[in-house]
């Protein structure tokens, strides 16, 4: 991108500049340590860390345009720091180091200053979402966490698509064989127009799928699965969010293993019944024994649900699949 490059050790005296002058401008009011701020924080000691060949500098970027205004650090897929000079600010800097860091560099979260409500803005309107993640760092400096999701767009992909190979891709990273369908055999079972292959797009790029059986007004999320690469990013949650909005007016009906302290995946099963439930779906009441696991059967609307749609789907999926599914049961 024009004006970025990375830093080096010539730039380390701009470099502690930028930060020295964003700390104090940025934090020194929250935190009033005139001793840290104007006497341990110095641009002198903080060059030379810049100045050699350091893991800080390996891993910041400048932008340059004939001065260095701005810096951002990356350490693996985590955004360390983000300054631009104040004098500076306004002129989209930081948004093409913010972007320079996620599109290049594949930077998908960070932490912010629960006090710095104009950082926190910021990355929100470059696509970062609180996660509700906080720590205190040093006592008394509370952090909040923020992960980069892309934007979204669901679509319907056919079975002659070339694809397929990507979803296929996807099924098997995702997917023990044991568990999976391979996706010609998924189309093969969606006779009658009774099956929607659609495909996640984040940011243009086909990340994932939902495997979706059609029944009247039921729609059964049958398969959910994104790319390993792109996991914990939150696509997965605004996916699943927009998908009650590509069904209006049908109740989405899916299945998560019942918590289990005692089973193997005990901590997965609590995580994937928490990612359910925070993102509009809602436990009914009613479970599902099949291929040796107790399943919670989910909806997305508590207010519509009735158990003899679900028992009308599961006779009509008799129908088509190999392996029966049996009856619902309350406890």
Not at 9 to 29: C, G, K, L, Q
Request: hydrophobic share 40%; with cysteine.
């Amino acid at each position: 991108m024009e004006f970025l490059r990375p830093a080096t050790a010539a730039d380390a005296s701009r470099i502690a500049e930028i930060i020295v002058t964003n700390y104090r401008t940025n934090f020194y009011p929250f935190f009033r340590n005139d001793a840290f701020y104007f006497g341990e924080l110095n641009v002198v000691d903080l060059a030379s860390e810049y100045a050699e060949d350091t893991q800080q500098l390996r891993n910041t970027y400048v932008y340059d345009d004939g001065i260095v205004k701005g810096i951002i650090r990356i350490s693996g897929d985590a955004i360390e720091k983000l300054y631009v000079e104040p004098q500076f600010q306004g002129q989209r800097i930081g948004a093409h180091l913010l972007d320079f860091a996620v599109r290049q560099k594949q930077a998908a979260w960070l932490w912010v200053l629960e006090y710095n409500t104009r950082a926190i803005a910021f990355y929100q309107r470059h696509g970062f979402q609180l996660t509700g993640e906080k720590i205190v760092e040093d006592e008394f400096v509370p952090l909040l966490k923020m992960v980069y999701v892309p934007n979204i767009r669901l679509r319907c992909i056919a079975q002659d698509s070339p694809e397929k190979a990507v979803l296929e891709r996807i099924n098997e990273e995702s997917f023990p064989a044991s568990e999976r369908t391979a996706i010609e055999d998924l189309y093969a079972t969606g006779g009658d127009s009774d099956l929607d292959m659609i495909g996640i797009d984040a940011d243009g790029e086909l990340v994932g799928f939902f495997a979706v059986r059609k029944f009247e007004k039921i729609r059964y999320l049958a398969y959910f699965a994104i790319c390993k690469e792109k996991r914990s990013r939150g696509i997965g949650g605004r996916a699943l969010q927009q998908l009650q909005e590509f069904y209006p007016n049908c109740q989405i009906i899916t299945e998560f293993e019942v918590p289990d302290e005692t089973s193997e995946n005990a901590e997965i099963r609590l995580r994937r019944r928490a990612f359910y439930l925070r993102n509009g779906f809602c436990e009914t009441g009613w479970y599902n024994f099949y291929d040796g696991t107790e399943l919670v059967i989910a909806c997305s609307d508590a207010a519509s649900f009735e158990i003899r749609h679900v028992k009308q789907l599961i006779a009509y999926l008799n129908t088509i699949i190999a392996e029966p599914i049996p009856q619902p049961y309350q406890k």
